[in-house]
């Protein structure tokens, strides 16, 4: 199962209570307060984790909790301090804390319909926390209370045997919305079909589900591509985009978030248009499809795949596609059986320059 959008609670744990205890041992009499504070409660604390790819594991354990403090004792004991609960997430993690006017309601992805009946909890209606696209980023969701205090920090030469003590304070709450956006320096963008896994397959030690049919992918992958010298970039294969995907037509636009953080975009185009498509069309469609889903992803710089050059009549629309573009990169390539991919490769070592 794959998750890259959860709503959680989180409650770190509360500071435990300050004691009131007097000292009481024969042959001292009056031996004053001797009751100790109350221990912090545990942190929420998140942590991004290079072996965590996907936010599943929120699905199962949507609440979040960190233990509370220990309550002072007698003899100037302190309560021992609640444990961290620390959680780990894939780096590209957005956390949004969720106004409590709308948390009730349920997420996009929870209802079917399409367009979504309102209201839903969307991004956009939250508050952004933080984002953790470092690797072994921390971060402290929510703090722990601390302890009370104990009857002994109000003693004083006036108040010998003092009775007061403090609660301890309640961990901080709340609810949050958790978005996962992958983070890879390449993203592969085309309409199903296209060889986008395929091609993600050769370059990569990645192994994506490769199919004759539309839609084979339906979660975002990341492959890595190592060039020489022990370089490399992380190349993410999205499922195939169709006109409307900004609409949330296809599998949606809920994937494009995937490779709003690539630096280099590459339009992987079936040269062929096999399947009664036309690449000229299908580049034009594919880049108004991203312009209308975040105008900035058309200043992002582009290159252009030109899969299935083993099929017959490419040689006509790689010339058009070719005069139209020429200040850009074109790659020919066959991607099934993997010729063109070094030239590949290298356009990519050229442009990202790892
Ligand atoms: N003839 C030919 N077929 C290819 C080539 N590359 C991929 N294919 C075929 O095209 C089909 C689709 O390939 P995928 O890699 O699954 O395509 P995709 O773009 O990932 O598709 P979605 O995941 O559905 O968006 C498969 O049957 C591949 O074998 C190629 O260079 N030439
Ligand atoms: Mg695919």
Not at 48 to 67: C, E, G, I, R
Not at 120 to 140: H, K, T
Not at 278 to 284: F, G, H, Q, V
Request: net charge positive; with cysteine.
């Amino acid at each position: 199962m794959f998750v890259d959008r959860i709503r959680i609670h989180a409650k770190a744990g509360d500071g435990g209570n300050g004691c009131v205890s007097f000292r009481r041992e024969k042959f001292v009499p009056r031996g004053g307060p001797n009751g100790g504070n109350g221990g912090k409660g545990g942190d929420i604390v998140f942590r991004t984790d290079v072996h965590t790819d996907n936010l599943v594991a929120f699905y199962f354990q949507p609440l979040l909790k960190a233990s509370r403090g220990e309550h002072g004792m007698g003899k100037n004991m302190y309560g021992k301090a609640g444990k961290d609960a620390v959680y780990k997430v894939p780096a590209g993690t957005l956390i949004y804390r969720i106004p409590s006017r709308i948390f009730e309601l349920p997420l996009i992805e929870e209802t079917l319909d399409v367009p979504p009946p309102k209201p839903v909890i969307s991004p956009g209606d939250c508050e952004l926390v933080a984002d953790l696209c470092q690797e072994n980023q921390e971060l402290v969701l929510c703090r722990g209370g601390s302890g009370g205090k104990g009857n002994t920090h109000f003693k004083s030469s006036t108040n010998r045997a003092p009775r007061q003590f403090t609660e301890g304070e309640p961990g901080e709450e709340g609810y949050f919305l958790l978005e996962l956006r992958k983070i890879a320096d390449v993203g592969l963008v085309g309409y199903p079909n296209a060889g986008k896994s395929t091609l993600l397959g050769k370059v990569s030690a990645a192994h994506p589900k490769i199919a004759p049919y539309p839609f084979t992918t339906l979660n975002p992958a990341v492959g890595v591509v190592e060039f020489e010298g022990y370089k490399r970039a992380t190349v993410a294969d999205i499922p195939g985009l169709i006109q409307g995907a900004h609409q949330n037509m296809g599998l949606g636009h809920d994937f494009l978030r995937h490779i709003v953080r690539c630096k280099l975009l590459v339009f992987v185009l079936d040269i062929a248009g096999s399947e009664g498509r036309n690449p000229i069309e299908d580049l034009r469609c594919l880049r108004r499809e991203l312009d209308l889903y975040d105008p900035t992803l058309s200043q992002r710089p582009w290159i252009i795949a030109a899969n299935k050059m083993d099929l017959h009549g490419v040689e006509e629309n790689l010339a058009i596609i070719r005069n139209r573009f020429s200040d850009k990169v074109i790659v020919p390539m066959i991607a099934a059986n993997g010729r063109g991919v070094e030239d590949f490769k290298m356009a990519l070592q050229t442009l990202l320059n790892p």
